[in-house]
């Protein structure tokens, strides 16, 4: 006989356990159940090379949200923060380029390549920071239908518009982020190239965009859009990314939250229109009249049900729903960091540069982007090195460091080739950029871990490997994510919600979708 909850939870990453951790603590006998023997998704700490415990996925904290910190407790169960230093950009020519939060030392680090970009410095951050704040706001806003197609509709969207009726002019700020590329937004501003690549260099993290593609403004300001210590808000955590995943469902095993590993969600059950519970792979049936997807909306929509049971224009939607992805991540155990010849302790303020940008220019994003475009890895890659050992002694034997490189761009589907047989080349052309700028770095390596997009989808499951469930461009946004009409976590199917990346605001490890989704549960129960 079936088990019967209250609520399912299909994919127990840090949404899912964010949304379950909230059922739970309503009172709701709420079941996670998740397909890998680990919990966590993409914030997972694993021990890899022996001895050595990789953030696997996700390798920085920024975009968790203040309110699921507190609400759940997180510090009581092990969540601790560890900043990173300001952000190093390594230059040609032995140079370099600093973005910290304390605006007067990002000044003094742009005056050194422009005095006309490093006295508007201060205006453009206040200018994009007005924007950052109005997206902070619409973080926790379930998105309305603005079609109207009921009254119910009709009023949400109605009591949307009046709450933000005073932001008036700053709408149109919105929409150059929006649809603008980040090269002619920030151009407005900036004449220097390096300057301008400080910040277009977001616009390439997780997403098939390059600075000069239009709507990858916006990915800049999702991605400093923290609320922590650290350039963008972010940091790391102690004992790795698990270590977040790891405190969510202690907060919420402490409030009754069931969670089952080893349990791969084969089928979404419903009857009559509405969810009944879940059957897993192997035969097993899980009964629940509320059941909440973390998992992509792909998946779920377009293999976990019978498609026939949706609306054909749904569906045409979710099949239209962009997830090609480009993105790459390398787990390195080394014996020492990577010595940056262009770093001075004293110049740069800080003792080692824990959060690096490998990606000078404009035009050297742009290139990277240019082989993606046409089907090939980039030959020069952008990388982000982060170096998590150099505050954190849980994660490596003494001595011992971990660099975690994360950058683009390594098309999923390659033109010439796969990935089968060019891994390593990509590896090589990581590596070879890595070694440019720190001399050396390479031959102390004692094993790695290289993640091209379909290791990414293989492990984790979501489509093409994109780390967001989806490309954060316009048409994918708020009221559009997954797909318009159904962006306020619930389906067709009466009782299925959306709880993961898939839904606003998107990714990154911030469990604002799981905490939506809960909210809109909850409010559901009540009617």
């Not at 998704?41 to 415990?53: I, Q």
């Not at 210590?229 to 990314?241: C, D, I, L, Y």
Request: proline content about 6%; glycine content about 10%.
């Amino acid at each position: 006989m079936a088990e019967r909850y209250d609520a399912i939870i299909i994919g127990g990453g840090h949404n899912g356990l964010t949304c379950g951790a909230y059922l739970a603590r309503a009172g709701l006998k709420t079941l996670v159940l998740e397909r890998r023997p680990v919990l966590g998704g993409a914030a997972v700490t694993e021990e890899v090379v022996p001895g050595f415990k990789f953030s696997v996925f996700s390798y920085l904290m920024s975009l968790l949200h203040p309110r699921v910190i507190a609400d759940l407790e997180l510090a009581k169960y092990g969540y601790k923060v560890l900043p990173a230093t300001d952000m190093f950009g390594v230059l040609p020519g032995n140079d370099y380029i600093i973005f910290a939060d304390d605006i007067a030392k990002t000044q003094k680090s742009f005056k050194r390549f422009s005095a006309k970009d490093a006295a508007i410095y201060p205006e453009f951050d206040r200018y994009l920071m007005e924007s950052v704040n109005i997206m902070r706001r619409l973080l926790l806003e379930t998105p309305p239908d603005p079609s109207c197609r009921d009254w119910r509709a009709f009023k949400e969207t109605a009591k949307f518009l009046w709450k933000y009726r005073r932001v008036g002019n700053k709408l149109f700020r919105l929409v150059d982020l929006m649809t603008m590329s980040a090269d002619d937004y920030l151009s407005e501003w900036f004449e220097r190239t390096e300057i301008k690549a400080v910040l277009a260099y977001y616009s390439g993290i997780g997403t098939f965009v390059g600075p000069k593609s239009p709507g990858s403004a916006y990915v800049i300001m999702h991605h400093v859009m923290g609320e922590h210590a650290g350039a963008g808000g972010w940091g790391f955590v102690r004992g790795g990314m698990g270590a977040i995943t790891q405190a969510i469902a202690r907060s919420g095993k402490e409030k009754g939250l069931a969670c089952k590993t080893d349990c791969e969600v084969a089928g979404i059950d419903s009857a009559n229109g509405r969810a009944t519970g879940v059957t897993l792979a192997d035969g097993t049936r899980y009964e629940a009249g509320i059941v909440a997807s973390n998992v992509s909306a792909k998946l779920t929509f377009l293999k976990l049900l019978d498609t026939s049971k949706l609306p054909a224009e749904f569906v045409r939607d979710l099949e239209a729903y962009r997830t090609f992805s480009t993105a790459f991540k390398i787990n390195i155990a080394c014996e020492a960091l990577p010595k940056y010849t262009a770093f001075d302790p004293a110049a740069c303020g800080f003792a080692y540069p824990t959060y690096t940008h490998i990606g000078p220019t404009i035009e050297y994003l742009e290139r990277a982007y240019d082989d993606a475009k046409y089907g090939d890895m980039s030959r020069e890659p952008f990388v982000t090195p982060v170096t998590p050992t150099f505050v954190d002694d849980s994660v490596a034997p003494p001595g011992k460091h971990i660099v975690n490189l994360f950058g683009g761009h390594a098309p999923y589907t390659l033109k010439t080739g796969d990935w089968a047989t060019r891994k390593d080349e990509l590896v090589r052309n990581v590596l070879n950029v890595i070694d440019h700028y720190a001399p050396g770095f390479s031959n102390g390596i004692i094993g790695m871990q290289a993640l091209t997009p379909p290791d990414i989808e293989e492990k984790i499951g979501s489509p093409h490997g994109h780390i967001f469930h989806g490309e954060l461009q316009v048409d994918q946004l708020f009221w559009a994510r997954p797909a318009p009409h159904w962006a306020d976590y619930r389906t067709p199917i009466k009782g299925l919600y959306q709880c993961g990346s898939s839904a606003h605001p998107g990714g990154g490890v911030g469990g604002v979708p799981g905490y939506n989704a809960a909210r809109e549960i909850l409010k559901d129960r009540r009617r």
